[in-house]
Structure formats: C-alpha cells, structure tokens
C-alpha cells in the first residue's frame, strides 16, 4: 500500500468510528430517563 | 348487536406500543440503515469517486445534510407520535399525503427487497458446494435465476427463488406481528450483533488473502482531483442519503414508538455514524477479497472492482471458488447480506403497517396479517420468475432516483417553506435532547439540503431521458410502466389515499397520543 492510501484508510478510520466513539460517550453521560419505561416489555431486554 | 365491541368505543384504541429503552431504538434504527447498500454500494462508491479523497465529501455529506434529516424524520415522529401519514397529518394540515407517498414507496420496496435476501440465503448454501462451478455469470442468470431474454412481466417461476422467497416473508410477518419491542426490538437486538461478528470474521479473513494489501491501496488511494468534480460530491451526498434510511417513513415510525423524553439528537449522532462505521469496516472487507480476486486472475483490481448485484452474486463467488476456506468466507459473507437486509426489511414493511394500524385502530397482529398477506403474495407473484430480475432492477433504480429522492426534496420544501415547521420541530428535539438543534439545523435542513437533492435529482431526470435506462437499454415501454409509470403513481396514490377520512376508531381521534412540546403544554 502507499502512504498517501495508509493515511486515508487511517484517517477514514479516525473520523468514523471516532465520530461513533464521541457518540456514544456523548449518549453515556447523558443517560435515559427510566422513570418513564413501559411497564411491559420482553424481561430479557 | 347494540353492544359495542371494544374497539368501537371512542378513545379505546390499543394504546401505542414502545420501545423498553433507547438502547433497543438505537439497535432498531442502526439495523434499518445498515442494510444492502452498506456491503455492496458503499464500497464501489468511493472507489469511483475519488477513493481515499471520497472521505471528504462522505463526511461533509453525512454532518451537513444525513444527520440533520434523520433529526428531521425524528422531530416529526416523535413530536407527533404516529405513523408517517398521522405524523404529517398533526405536523400540518395539508401535509398528510408526504406521510402516505412514504408508505406508498416502502411498499414498492419491500415488494423487491425480499426477493434479494432470498437470493443471498440460496447463496449462502450455494457457498458450501460452490455451485456455480467455474462460471459464477453464468451461473447466476442461467441455471439460478433463469433470467428470459424477453424484458416483460411473465409468471413462469423458478422454484429455487419461489421458496426462499415464501419463507423469508413468513419469518419477517411472524416478526413485526410479534410486536415492537417483542418482535422488532428483539430481532434486532439478536441479528445486529450477530451481522456485527460474522462480518468482523470476515474481513478479517479477507485481509488475510494474498492481493488484499493491492485492493485496499485501490480504495484509499485518494485522488484529490475528484473534490472538484460535482459528480463526486452528488455521488457522497446520494450515498449518505440511501444509506442513513432518512425521508421514506422509516425513522418517523421508529421514532414515534420512543417514550415522552429521550435524547433524540446524542441517540442520531450514533445511529448516524455507526451506519458510517459499518460501511468503512464493509469497504475494508470487500476491497481486500476484491483485491484477491485481481490478484489471483492477474488482472488490475480497477478491472475487476464492481457493485451491486454484480459484486455479490458474480465477483464474490469467484472470490469464494479461489480462496482459502472459501465456503467459510461464502456463508459469512451471504449471511451478512441476509442479517443485513432482514433487519431493514422489517423495518420498511413496518412503515406499511403502522400507517394501516393507525388509519383503521386494528390490532398489530391483525393488521400484520391484512397487510403483510397481500404484500407477500404481490412480492412473491412477480419477482421469483425468470422475468423478475429486469423488474427488480427498474423499480429499485426508480424508487430510489424518483421517488425517495422526490419525495425528501418536496418534504424538505414543504416542511421549511410551505408549512413553516422547522423551529417548531428542531424546539422539539432540543427540549428532550443532549445537542441542541439551532440555526444550523434550520440551514442544513432548510437551505442545503434542497440544493443538493434537487441537483441530484434534476441530474438523474436529465440521464435517464437522455440515456434511458438499461445496459443494453430497456424497452421504453417496460421502462415507461414500471420506472417512470410507478414513480409517478406513488404520488397519485398518496393524494387519493390522503383523502380518505379517518374514522373515530383511527390512532388520528386519541388526543392521548399527541406529543406536544413542554413549553406547549404550560401554555
């Protein structure tokens, strides 16, 4: 492989699945109201 | 009988079903978009437009115009509580009919849809004894699909697409009529991570094959030129838009079954990039087997790079004939396809029957069954038949080009312009979300997104005028009935289908499942 297509597969890498990263850390901290869950739903989920 | 049955009194239709947890939503939504399109377009996508430059435009495409749709069909299914038709119909008066033409297009979809995921489970058999022999082309038009040479509508079937055709529509319907969260949640929650690992194994197994090195080079080389081309920019701009699964009705259902208060925006942010997550890791997959395969003909890989149909059913067998553990590699990359795509056809056929479950207030099991029978009999009439393949490729290029396209430009217009929705709906999210939804949003939204549908979609009228469609072209007639014919039926069928009124029974007369923002409620 060349450099210039090692530092786009990296960067590609990078972006993406730190963009995914950032999102779940984002969704983490800030975490979902259970007060409100649906008083049926399948007991293994 | 003077008795009214329980449905029939006012205010008694079944209360909405729910999500358990967002986690499930999110498992729902990322399932519906990771689908087809994601192994076998992405990759060939950015290897013609621009390779390792395409992450450029990918990325601009997937921030400006991807995510804020997918908040726009979240804003409008979630304040609004209802299928995508009752959704719009409380959005706005008049805008009923956006909700239907949605529904019209899922139904067009899921008609064909099937039929590929049929495909792949044969194929995933196929793998095991590598049926196709040393002619995979050959193969897959002749002794499997028996493709006619007449391009026409006929009803000669082949038994060895009719039956896993049949059965892959009875698991979907016995799945959506199981419920939301007993039968969507729980599919999803079982078939995304199991498509996660058996993909994972597989790209790891590709990039174990000799030549894998010379197809990832092929992908990532970047070729800067091309961010100067509007066509490569138009081509990341379409990819991000099929693949997130934003405008056709999906995640204004999806949304609509979440509770009261849930982080719209963190919960679109990871929905939006793990599409994207699993598309790079696809790319990485297909290119290195792809790389294999040039390198095991000792042609280029520019010459035996493909997409589509093209890449799944001929290159892939070829691949799977020449390498190591090719059956494994076979069944898990068949199996991919059928994980994937089963998750997404759930999801289009559940725009079909929310929308019928909240227009007549019948039981989910029901309504399943009322509409999920006729669906599956259309589905299974007309495309396991040695003419089904010209079909499924007219209708999917123009469903896609001419209706989802259409449909999200009028819808964006419509939204911002005609009804004046967009602070309303991005006021919504950011009361129940994490990031807000600001000015930038409402230019996203209102301002570039038109401009690049509409450039994407004027661009393909002009093509497929000029060029029609088809290699070699399509009879005019064929293409006329089923492209042109059908994308222009959706619309009417959307208006006819908006003028019927609902009934007292209908999801539209429970004023329990309207959603309005907080700051309404105090007024």
Redesign the interface.
Known sequence: ??T??????I???L???G??A???V??N??P??DG???AE??PE? | MSTPTPQAVPGATPKREMWSTRKVFILAAIGSAVGLGNIWRFPYVAYENGGGAFIIPYLVALLTAGIPLLFLDYAVGHRHRGSAPLAYRRLARGAEGLGWWQVAICFIICVYYAVIIAWAAMYMIFSVTEAWGDDPAGFFIGSFLQVSEAVNIGFDFVPMVLIPLIIVWAVVLLVLAAGVQKGIGRANIIFLPLLLVMFLILVVQSLFLPGAADGLNALFTPDWGALTNTTVWAAAYGQIFFSLSVAFGIMVTYASYLKHKTDLTGSGFVVGFANSGFEILAGIGVFAAVGFMAFSSGAEVGDVAAGGIGLAFIAFPTIISEAPLGGLLGVLFFGSLVFAGFTSLISIIEVIIAAVQDKLGMSRVKTTWCVGIPLALISILLFPTTTGLNLLDVTDAFVNNFGIMACALVTVLLVTYGFRKLPLLGGHVSEVSSIKLGLWWRIMVGIVSPIVLGYILISEVIKRIQEGYGDPPMPDWFVNVFGWGMAGGLVVVAFLLSLIPWGRNSAANDPELDSPTLQEAQR
């Open positions: 492989m060349s210039a297509a090692i530092v786009m597969l960067i590609a890498i972006t993406v699945w963009g995914l950032l999102a779940l984002n969704l901290r800030h979902e109201d409100a869950m649906p739903h399948a989920l």
